[in-house]
């Protein structure tokens, strides 16, 4: 990815991001399991040769939705084609970083204008009553360890991950940028908003992505105040 097209992307609101993605990589048509039991996935669905993941778009209204324990609990049709979108590791990176700063803002009560629409923001209200937070999960446990581990830790896997890692070999400094920026921005937001509680939480998650990671880099350590 060139530094123009992340800036792009991430600039855009969530629901913007999909649609460009979905341009971008095309629509997926099938669900990502074969059945409301979750328990199957659905065969060539993967593009894993094009360095491409699945994202399940209403993982803004539920967590780990490709695992069927979680899966098993949420609408099925949360599993359609069209709640699902191609996209490469760092922009599934920019899409759990969305789903993080607009639950933070409707958690905090500090949604800026015309950034979501009241459908999304009232999605997000009922995710916060269900106690649940989505999205950070993904940045800091999941996709960013996988990141650190190929830009820091030399992995140099044989296996299907590395057309993922192939896809965004350049992007090493966008990626600091991008989680530098995120965990400070989020950090203040919480503290800015005057809610211990969540702030606590953001920092627990911060401080776990970093176990998450033998190679979390010195670059993206922030200061918890």
Avoid at 190 to 217: I, M
Wanted: charged letters at 25%; hydrophobic letters at 35%.
């Amino acid at each position: 990815m060139n530094k123009e097209e992340i800036e792009l992307e991430n600039g855009l609101k969530y629901e913007d991001l999909v649609s460009y993605l979905i341009k971008k990589y095309g629509p997926i048509t099938k669900p990502f399991f074969v059945n409301e039991n979750c328990s199957t996935k659905t065969s060539g669905l993967t593009r894993s040769k094009d360095g491409l993941f699945i994202h399940h778009v209403m993982e803004d209204r539920a967590i780990m939705l490709s695992n069927p324990q979680f899966a098993i609990t949420q609408p099925y049709e949360y599993q359609l084609g069209k709640n699902l979108v191609y996209c490469n590791l760092l922009e599934h990176l920019i899409l759990h970083m969305k789903i993080t700063d607009d639950f933070i803002d409707v958690a905090t009560d500090s949604v800026p204008k015309n950034k979501m629409s009241k459908e999304r923001i009232k999605a997000l209200e009922q995710t916060k009553d269900s106690h649940e937070f989505p999205g950070i999960g993904g940045v800091g446990n999941l996709i960013g360890p996988q990141i650190n581990d190929y830009f820091f830790g030399g992995l140099k896997p044989t296996n299907w991950m590395s057309f993922a890692y192939d896809a965004i070999s350049n992007n090493k400094d966008d990626y600091i940028l991008l989680m530098k920026n995120f965990w400070e921005y989020e950090l203040a937001k919480c503290r800015a908003s005057g809610d211990e509680a969540l702030l606590e939480f953001v920092k627990r998650s911060y401080a776990s992505s970093k176990r998450a990671s033998e190679y979390f880099p010195k670059l993206i350590v922030v200061k918890y105040w």
